[in-house]
């Protein structure tokens, strides 16, 4: 029952959402929907003014301080990587120290040991031969990847990308979906916020339309796109599935 206010302006209206142990869901909608906002509450990016948000054990409220409750600031975000419209990489860091910082710094991971799940992770989204480059010598759908195994470092519960695919290049765009549907394949529990309609029918579990600050529909992919319930749900498939 996520209710979330800019002043006067409800933005998310009492939002339920379930998400289980190994299952992907992708949402969907049109731009100022809510989709970002909502994903950002999760992990307290964003204050929100009504319900809870449950992690595990753990249980953000609209009264968390970010002094007072640092601890289980903290702790939440230790148990969600957060993936990054646009990579949000530190240029000044090469790629290793970028994946390196959370777990020094937060996980309190020695730096060898941190340094070497750093590795593992950029072995896994296919890029540890950049380990020793910095982000702007990279290409977008390289830093974007980078992101990812960056999130992947404090061995997340779950994983959310908020439209990870949106400021690349086309011919990129397949290269981090590709490392994304690897991730489902091995059990990655994940929310993304996505345009790519081909990944959310392939890849989802589930497909959540969101419109207005509410969920409209959610359904498993085959029975959402081939037979949406709701008019809304309807208008907007004809119109993203025609272009």
Known sequence: NLVKRHG????????SLEVKKGEVDAIIGPSGGGKSTFLRCLNALE???????????????????????ARLLQ??????????????????????DNLTLSPIHVAGTP????????????????????ASKFPLQLSGGQQQRVAIARALCLKPQ????????????????REVLDVMVA???????MVCVTHEMGFARQVADRVV???????????????????????????????????
Do not use: C, W, Y
């Open 8 to 15: 006067a302006l409800e933005v998310i209206k009492g939002v």
């Open 47 to 69: 204050p929100f003014q009504g319900g809870e948000v449950r992690i595990g054990e753990h249980v953000l409220t609209p009264d968390v301080h970010p002094t007072r409750d």
């Open 75 to 96: 702790a939440v975000r230790q148990k969600i990587g957060f993936v990054f419209q646009q990579f949000n990489l530190f240029p000044h860091l090469s790629v290793l």
């Open 111 to 130: 730096r060898r040991e941190a340094e070497a799940l750093a590795m593992a992770q950029l072995e896994r989204v296919h890029i540890a031969d950049q």
């Open 158 to 173: 779950i994983l959310l990308f908020d439209e990870p695919t949106s400021a690349l290049d086309p011919e990129m765009i």
């Open 183 to 189: 991730l489902a394949e091995q059990g990655t529990t």
């Open 209 to 243: 339309f969101m419109d207005q600050g509410q969920i409209i529909e959610q359904a498993p992919p085959a029975s959402f796109f081939d037979h949406p319930e709701n008019e809304r749900t309807r208008a907007f498939l004809q119109q993203v599935l025609q272009h």
